[in-house]
């Protein structure tokens, strides 16, 4: 399934094997409740003795897994004997320009300074994408990102009317984790032995943090 939305127009589109099979277009205001009612309706149902994700029904458990192996060595296969392919380098056609301007940054700046001396949070990572039109691939920008900026999570995404790559940083923690209705949360770089207002109070007090 792939789910886009622009300017209030969602496009949902359920793949088969032989393709894409059914497209649905909505007009939204926000995507989020779409979105929610979509997870409600595939949602795993949780049954007794069964880890929560099951995947697949447990009729089809040993077709899905030999279905997956296939799968698996068709990759490989690929990527061993497959033929190269030639993507066209990418052609900027306007200047990289920042998003927010230097005076806009550093007022977001000075908010997150005053939010961590008044012991709201602790850490903030603020972004400032540079933007440029361009055209041909993304593709050559993945594998420079790749080489250069090296992370376990690394994607590059490419449908009909979207592409993107992308490098994401997350430290080696444990990965939020919802059972039923509770969120476990382990903070980017917090220090289990203190307490998370403390250590706030702590980087908003000394000028080096």
């Not at 127009?9 to 359920?14: F, G, Q, V």
Request: proline content about 5%; hydrophobic content about 35%; overall charge negative.
């Amino acid at each position: 399934m792939e789910i886009t939305c622009t300017d209030g127009k969602m496009r949902i589109r359920k793949t088969s094997l032989g393709g894409w099979s059914e497209e649905e277009l909505r007009t939204v205001d926000h995507p989020g409740q779409v979105l929610r009612e979509i997870i409600d309706e595939n949602r795993t149902p949780e049954l007794p003795g069964i880890p929560t994700f099951t995947g697949v029904r447990s009729a089809d458990l040993e077709q899905s897994y030999e279905k997956a192996e296939a799968k698996l060595n068709e990759i490989e296969k690929i990527l061993k004997t497959g033929e190269k392919m030639e993507f066209p380098p990418i052609q900027l056609k306007t200047e990289i320009k920042p998003q927010f301007s230097e005076e806009k940054y550093e007022k977001m700046v000075e908010k997150a300074k005053h939010y961590i001396r008044e012991g709201d949070i602790f850490q903030v990572v603020l972004s400032n994408p540079m933007r440029a039109k361009a055209e041909e691939s993304l593709f050559d920008t993945y594998r420079v990102l790749r080489t250069h900026n090296p992370s376990p999570y690394m994607l590059y995404f490419s449908s009909d009317d979207i592409e993107s790559a992308h490098a994401v940083a997350y430290a080696k923690k444990i990965v939020p984790q919802m059972d039923k209705d509770e969120i476990v949360v382990i903070t980017l770089s917090g220090r289990g032995d203190k307490d998370c207002a403390a250590i706030a109070r702590y980087r908003g007090e000394n000028i080096h943090e």
